[in-house]
């Protein structure tokens, strides 16, 4: 579809001297997101949990949920999602220098999710950088600021980058199940991009919390406290927001405390749930009117003065002051933010994906032509706690972009599970996490055409991969070097 022959051999097999002009106007080139085929609608599960009707759908704001059976794993699902950018965007294998992975679901203590990408370059590209980068749903965004730093870096040497970010969440049954999800993300970065990182406009925050973890190695399931979790989550929504904003007045010679999110076009947030992100947004309002010096321009909006006195802890979960604010921004979130929203109402939480899910959806949705000029600022977040807000500003019409993803149009061609086989493939993932000798259960008809899955694991733990094809054929790969067949560009 979109050829980059002008990146297939940008330096001529030589890296460029320390004194070349740097990389401008680098960012995203092109994106591609994979997600199972296969879903559970959310108002079905309610019925089937036996919990109150929109408790899942309206309370978290989630409509259907993807889930992966036992042929999937980790690896397929980044096997899959980097062929499929290299195909779509006709980018020859000799082009990336580098290659990032941000993810959390772990199967190997050892061995890097981008080792086993390898076998989509070797032996033709055996000289690419970059391995996983693990911070619960953080990962994905420190792969990308890295991704970014070495093309705009005396180490860069020509070549572009590809960014992977993704999971499959997996929950025990019960209340936190529903905020599961599956998903990946694929970002090739280069210069000359049409969307453009905002250099020098990111704020970070970073803490010890034990808010979300993953301490037993045999199981899949996290530990989570809930309530904690979401005030970690809007705590560095706060910090985030504060220096984000502040940055940006200086860099636009703004009155200090005077701009709002009425001064950025788009938003784009890490979504566990889909309610949160709601909230997160009205949070961005209540920091505006903590930060700002025209109480005039607030005077309708409630209880000035008992909202201002709050201790931070108190602001979290009051229920006046978040439905105020919710009210305040009803308007702004439907225009800046609901579009980027379509993935993860569908998909769930995608983890080190889910903001890149977000990305895509906006970029999927909005004509090209309207974004042109435009700033998206997204707001990154893993628990433990790791989190930044930074931005991308459009400088030129993302059309092949927007082509290539097609968000809503695939997420309408899945197939609907009912949950009771939904329950029974999540006992199946269960009961062979971390199985050796073991050849998958899981159908091939449950998959996309062109979709990697695990033909088996064998006694040594090692896994082999083969490629489900539109004519049921397959082509095989696997982690033993001798035997890998996967196809190449």
Not at 18 to 44: C, S, T
Not at 98 to 113: C, M
Request: net charge negative.
């Amino acid at each position: 579809m979109v050829a980059h022959d002008s990146h297939s051999n940008p330096t001529n097999g030589v890296s460029p001297s320390f004194n070349d002009q740097r990389a401008k106007n680098v960012g995203i080139l092109g994106m591609e997101i994979y997600f199972p085929k296969r879903y559970v609608d959310q108002q079905e599960l309610e019925k089937f949990d036996g919990v109150s009707a929109g408790k899942y759908t309206i309370g978290l704001g989630q409509h259907r949920m993807a889930f992966c059976d036992d042929r999937e794993d980790i690896n397929s699902i980044c096997l899959t999602v980097v062929q499929n950018l290299l195909s779509k965007y006709q980018i020859p294998v000799t082009s990336i220098g580098r290659l990032e992975v941000g993810t959390e679901t772990i199967i190997d203590k050892s061995k890097s999710v981008k080792t086993v990408l390898m076998q989509l370059f070797s032996p033709h590209n055996t000289e690419i950088e970059g391995i996983d980068t693990t911070n619960a749903c953080y990962g994905g965004t420190s792969a990308l600021f890295n991704a970014i730093n070495w093309v705009q870096s005396e180490s860069w040497d020509g070549r572009l980058a590809i960014v992977v970010a993704g999971d499959i969440a997996v929950y025990a049954s019960g209340n936190a199940r529903p905020t599961g999800g599956a998903g990946c993300v694929a970002i090739l970065v280069g210069p000359d991009a049409p969307i453009v990182l905002d250099t020098g406009l990111r704020s970070t925050f970073m803490d010890h919390a034990w808010d979300f973890f993953k301490p037993d190695l045999n199981s899949e399931f996290p530990v989570v406290d809930g309530k904690l979790s979401v005030s970690c989550y809007l705590n560095a929504v706060d910090q985030c927001y504060r220096k984000y904003i502040d940055r940006f007045e200086k860099r636009h010679g703004m009155a200090p405390r005077s701009a709002t999110v009425n001064d950025l076009d788009y938003f784009c947030f890490h979504s566990p749930y889909t309610k949160l992100v709601q909230k997160s947004f009205a949070r961005l309002a209540f920091n505006d009117f903590l930060r700002s010096d025209q109480p005039d321009k607030w005077a309708k909006i409630g209880d000035l003065d008992r909202f201002k006195s709050m201790k931070v802890d108190d602001t979290y979960f009051d229920k006046d002051l978040e439905k105020t604010f919710m009210a305040v921004t009803k308007d702004s979130f439907k225009s800046k933010v609901d579009t980027s929203l379509l993935a993860a109402r569908d998909l769930g939480n995608m983890y080190t994906g889910s903001l890149y899910g977000g990305l895509a959806s906006l970029l999927s949705e909005v004509e090209p032509t309207q974004l042109v000029g435009k700033r998206i600022v997204l707001f990154s977040y893993g628990s433990g706690l790791a989190s930044s807000m930074f931005s991308f500003r459009v400088v030129s019409p993302p059309t092949d972009i927007h082509r290539v993803l097609n968000v809503r149009a695939r997420l309408d061609s899945r197939t609907r599970v009912d949950p009771a086989e939904f329950d029974a493939t999540m006992q199946l993932r269960e009961h062979t996490h971390n199985a050796k000798g073991y050849s998958p259960e899981g159908k091939l008809e449950g998959l996309f055409p062109g979709t990697y899955y695990i033909k088996q694991v064998d006694e040594k733990f090692r896994r082999s991969y083969g490629r489900f094809a539109e004519e049921s054929k397959e082509s095989s790969v696997t982690l033993v070097p001798a035997e890998v067949e996967a196809s190449k560009e």
